[in-house]
């Protein structure tokens, strides 16, 4: 009973992380964002109606660390920093887009 109870606790479930990873208000706003071409913090800040700069930067920094984006710092003043999307990030994109197409067949649905 033990090899079993140890088994299902190390059993990993990849839609449950692809979940978590994506988890916080501002982190798919912040993909589509980047996916229109917009880089730099200040512009997620216009871009995305009414976020926190503190929270903002965390959660950039947790989608930097899960790999779904990189961060280039520019030696320059005032201080540059641009973000872009990884291969994972761009996947990331690919499967919005179809879980956008999803959520348009639910809203066809409440019009019938």
Known sequence: MEIQEKAAENKVCPLEIAVNTI???????????????KKRPSEFLRGIGKVD??????????????????????????PRVEYSLTDIG???????????????LLIDKEKV
């Open 53 to 78: 700069r503190r929270v903002l930067n965390q959660q950039l920094k947790e989608m930097e660390q899960d790999g779904i984006l990189t961060k280039e710092s520019f030696n320059e003043l005032p």
């Open 90 to 104: 761009k996947k990331l994109v690919e499967a919005l887009w179809l879980l956008n197409d999803w959520g348009k």
């Open 23 to 37: 988890s916080g208000k501002w982190k798919i706003p912040i993909v589509w964002q980047i996916n229109e071409g």
